[in-house]
């Protein structure tokens, strides 16, 4: 299995490659030939981007995320309200006692 990294290299080297490529090209292409090329680049760049979006592991990486930023949101909620009730109980707890809620934080 490729690291990320090697990954991230791969791409930009074959980005690197398709420049060199339409470089090379463009000396011996004229207009029209441009044209057509930038039409199937745009025709084949569509079907990459509708093939990815509707890939089974994109639809499922997206589910993922959305049920990960649920149960943050849901451990945020559970956090901030624990926080409310053990102040509320540390306060009632000094008043029981006699202390202030400042004196018994020291």
């Known amino acids: 299995m ?27 292409v004229d207009r029209d030939a441009a044209r057509r090329y930038f039409e199937d680049f745009v025709v084949r760049g569509r079907k990459a981007w509708a093939d990815v979006r509707g890939a089974a592991a994109t639809k499922q990486a997206a589910a993922q995320t959305a049920a ?16 409310r009730a053990n102040a ?11 202390t202030s809620a400042k004196s018994a934080r020291k």
């Open 2 to 28: 490729p690291k990320a990294q090697d990954v991230l290299y791969a791409v930009v080297g074959a980005g690197d490659f398709a420049a060199g490529k339409v470089r090379a090209a463009r000396r011996s």
């Open 68 to 83: 990960a930023r649920s149960r943050v949101k849901a451990a945020t909620t559970s956090v901030g309200k624990a926080v």
């Open 88 to 98: 509320r109980a540390t306060r009632a707890a000094a008043a029981k006692t006699g």
